[in-house]
């Protein structure tokens, strides 16, 4: 089965309120990088955050990870519409190789 | 100033044909990836070349062949198409692999008929 899990699967807003999306994996990990993908378009990195870190912003992302409870959340506050995407969770462990989660779709309505 | 390019952008053909798709990067990247996202948006990774050798080879049906004849450039090349292989297909490169971020292609949506 697929390394990451995310959820919800879909999540709408309204415009300006906060998002919160969460990915859980089951090994352990070097590396968990954040990625949006726009409809049609290819995946975007948005963030990085490494095995050693708890925690890590970016503009109006924050990113948290709980390497005990092999889970990390990705939190954009103030969302607009053009937040509208799919997100998805990639987990790094040995041999380089990169495993996405399912994605959660998230839609901010205007 | 495309960083990481594919084509075709959409490629339609019937069953049992054989069709490529390229990709080529320009940041300098040494490893490249081949990725196939279904219809529910699961994206899974096929292959992964750094310095133009595989260094993952995921279950992929032998009839996936990838060929990278430099480092700025990963071919996918796909025998005896099937309908199952309908998707889309992403190309990424990173500097490292899998210890930075992956810089992905537009895509290239595959229908087979």
């Known amino acids: 089965s697929q390394q990451g899990e995310e959820d919800p699967q879909a999540l709408s807003i309204q415009e300006g309120e906060n998002a919160t999306m969460n990915c859980s994996y089951k090994?352990?990990?070097?590396?968990l990088q954040w990625y949006r993908q726009n409809s049609g378009r290819g995946l975007v990195h948005l963030i990085l955050?490494?095995?050693?870190?708890r925690e890590k912003h970016s503009g109006r992302l924050r990113v948290t990870l709980d390497t005990s409870k092999k889970s990390s959340s990705l939190l954009i506050t103030a969302s607009r519409a053009a937040d509208t995407a799919s997100y998805f969770c990639?987990?790094?462990?040995?041999?380089?190789?990169?495993?996405f989660g399912d994605g959660t779709t998230l839609t901010v309505k205007p | 100033d495309t960083a990481v390019s594919q084509t075709p952008k959409y490629l339609v053909t019937q069953m049992g044909n054989d069709k490529s798709i390229k990709c080529e990067q320009n940041?300098?990247?040494?490893?490249m990836y081949w990725y196939k996202q279904d219809s529910k948006k699961f994206l899974k990774i096929m292959f992964s070349?750094?310095?133009?050798?595989?260094?993952i080879n995921e279950t992929v049906p032998n009839r996936f062949s990838p060929k990278s004849p430099d480092k700025a450039h990963l071919n996918l090349h796909i025998n005896s198409l099937e309908l199952g292989d309908s998707a889309v297909y992403f190309c990424?490169?990173?500097?490292?692999?899998?210890?930075?971020?992956?810089?992905f292609g537009p895509g290239t949506r595959l229908t087979v008929l």
């Open positions: 990639a987990t790094e462990g040995n041999a380089g190789k990169s495993t």
């Open positions: 940041l300098g990247h040494d490893t």
């Open positions: 090994t352990s990990i070097n590396n």
């Open positions: 990424a490169s990173s500097q490292d692999p899998g210890r930075n971020e992956q810089f």
């Open positions: 070349y750094n310095n133009k050798e595989l260094i």
């Open positions: 955050i490494r095995s050693n870190e």
